[in-house]
DNA sequence: GTGTTAGTACGTCGTTCATCGTACTAGGCT
DNA sequence: AGCCTAGTACGATGAACGACGTACTAACAC
């Protein structure tokens, strides 16, 4: 089975995941996981962009510790890492929520 | 006098206002503001860069809405727009403020 | 096996951005 | 007037980044 690398909730930095959060795709990707779709293969996640950068942006929120992605078969499942955020940058990540569904 | 533009705080953008607070040396400022240093000139704050970089990063986080600034002689006096920022992006600012701390 | 599907690797292109130095302006002080 | 100080304008440079297409791999279904 192909493993993914993800970073410890303590080695979570501020400015990666500021900046992982700064893009209005990857802001779409973190609202829909956010908002239930976390059952989903990256492919089927609505996004403006082609395959091959949207593989770009998913592993980008990875690297930096927004979320967490392990393989079913081909698809890979994508979670949100809530409560790593939440112990790391409390608050942080709801607030983007927040701001993010005006 | 000579004036500066800011935006009115319904015009305030997640995508510039994460961005402006993306950046080290910008989130650097912001913390010495947070932290009382308001009565200072832009020159007086410790950054790590040139003179003309430091007055790129303030125009960056006032054009953004972050801070606000007016002259006051040749200095120009700086503060945080706490107050709209909260208005509009509710928690965010003290999110950021607080894991910057750390 | 073949074919299909989901995602990756790699190289490229164009843009944005942080940084700098130099030359300049506005306001205050003597 | 002359000088100093705080900040700006401008242009240059190099790095980072988002986007893309093509060619590839891994897992599953048949």
Known sequence: MRTLDHPA???LEL????????DPVRRRIV???ADGHDEQACIA?????????STHHFR?????GVISQCYRGTA????????DLDERFPGLLDAVLDAARR
Chains 1, 2 share one sequence.
């Open 9 to 11: 909730t303590d080695e």
């Open 15 to 22: 400015d990666t995941v500021l900046a992982a959060l700064g």
């Open 31 to 33: 609202l829909q996981l």
């Open 45 to 53: 996640f609505e996004l403006p962009v082609s395959k091959s950068t």
């Open 60 to 64: 980008v929120l990875r690297t930096a």
């Open 76 to 83: 890979i499942h994508s979670t949100l890492r809530r409560d």
